[in-house]
């Protein structure tokens, strides 16, 4: 009975998420949000992606007199790679260039989200290009990997 009652709780853990950010790929950081943030925009530097912008959704939220635990959104792009994709539906482009989410939950876990390119292909129906898909997905999984380890 104990064990049912565990794969219970497991199961509606898991769909409760999974319906709550579709689509969505997250990992947890033993790093806080800044640091587990910089980690991550110099992987990306490093390994030739283009930054479009860092935003400090935080000091934005402080700025307008809210308040917000820390949260970063980086948007970063391979031009190469998004080209192809764009090429079968220019649609894509509204989740291009890519973005990465890193945010601190109100017990102080922090989360690192992205777009899982899968999604991104059934989303916008791309079918011709699972090259590119698939040479996204490793890149964004080992990028995420090492900034949260």
Do not use: C
Not at 52 to 77: D, K, Y
Not at 82 to 111: C, F, H, R, Y
Request: avoid cysteine.
């Amino acid at each position: 009975m104990k064990r049912f009652i565990i794969v219970l709780a497991m199961f509606f853990l898991f769909t409760t998420a999974s319906l709550a950010a579709e689509g969505m790929i997250t990992k947890t950081s033993s790093h806080s949000v800044r640091k587990t943030m910089d980690r991550f925009e110099k992987i990306v530097k490093d390994k030739g992606f283009t930054v479009v912008a860092r935003v400090n959704h935080a000091a934005a939220a402080i700025q307008s007199g809210g308040t917000l635990r820390p949260t970063e959104l980086l948007i970063f792009g391979n031009p190469k790679l998004g080209t192809q994709l764009m090429q079968s539906d220019q649609a894509i482009g509204i989740d291009l260039p890519l973005k990465v989410l890193i945010w601190e939950d109100e017990k102080g876990n922090v989360t690192l989200g992205y777009n899982d390119p899968d999604w991104l292909a059934k989303r916008h129906g791309i079918a011709d290009r699972d090259k590119a898909f698939a040479k996204m997905a490793g890149a964004l999984g080992k990028f995420s990997d090492n900034a949260v380890k």
